[in-house]
T-cell receptor, first 114, second 107 residues
Framework: DSGVTQTPKHLITATGQRVTLRCSPRSGDLSVYWYQQSLDQGLQFLIQYYNGEERAKGNILERFSAQQFPDLHSELNLSSLELGDSALYFC?????????????FGSGTRLTVV | GQNIDQPTEMTATEGAIVQINCTYQTSGFNGLFWYQQHAGEAPTFLSYNVLDGLEEKGRFSSFLSRSKGYSYLLLKELQMKDSASYLCAITYQKVTFGTGTKLQVIP
């Protein structure tokens, strides 16, 4: 157990729907990062939050949004889902704003859009 | 921005040594990570290089040359369980991952 908790582990939904993925960072970590990994693709950085504030943004679609709550857990909202959104979504956490000592990844949420 | 290149696939024999290369171009650089990822699982941290040179950790070693934009991961005494993808990632403002090298260890 890495200490980073992601729920749910698996999600199957239809095109056009909206889902919410949840992440609780490792105890003491203030930064949360979201990544998307499609089949045979690399990890694509979506967004980072640090202590409740958005800190960095990657290739995140406008249909996607995220937030980090006062208790530091984070949610990634995906709306108007398309087949191409099917992927593994990983959350990672680190102590500081810069991941200079590496991330700790959660076990991921596998999203299947049908 | 950042650009990272790694070979897509490699095959090596159990008990042997394999070197996985990573080259990168980046506008800024804080450090370079190597992660291991088994299929369908989360990446796990292997090493982090900030300065030039070789860092050894058990069967795994990682090398960095900042002037050449080059790193490699060296795996010794290969075991079947080392079959996985190996991800090179650089950090500058955020962490950018390469697409990974899928290593197959054969008996």
């Amino acid at each position: 157990d890495s200490g980073v908790t992601q729920t749910p582990k698996h999600l199957i939904t239809a095109t056009g729907q909206r889902v919410t993925l949840r992440c609780s960072p490792r105890s003491g970590d203030l930064s949360v990062y979201w990544y998307q990994q499609s089949l045979d693709q690399g990890l694509q950085f979506l967004i980072q939050y640090y202590n409740g504030e958005e800190r960095a943004k990657g290739n995140i679609l406008e249909r996607f949004s995220a937030q980090q709550f006062p208790d530091l857990h984070s949610e990634l909202n995906l709306s108007s889902l398309e087949l191409g959104d099917s992927a593994l979504y990983f959350c990672a956490s680190s102590v500081g704003q810069e991941a200079n000592y590496g991330y700790t990844f959660g076990s991921g949420t596998r999203l299947t859009v049908v | 921005g950042q650009n990272i290149d790694q070979p897509t696939e490699m095959t090596a024999t159990e008990g042997a040594i394999v070197q996985i290369n990573c080259t990168y171009q980046t506008s800024g650089f804080n450090g370079l990570f190597w992660y291991q990822q088994h299929a369908g699982e989360a990446p796990t941290f292997l090493s982090y290089n900030v300065l030039d040179g070789l860092e050894e950790k058990g069967r795994f070693s990682s090398f960095l040359s900042r002037s050449k934009g080059y790193s490699y991961l060296l795996l010794k005494e290969l075991q079947m369980k080392d079959s996985a993808s190996y991800l090179c990632a650089i950090t500058y403002q955020k962490v950018t991952f390469g697409t990974g090298t899928k290593l197959q260890v054969i008996p």
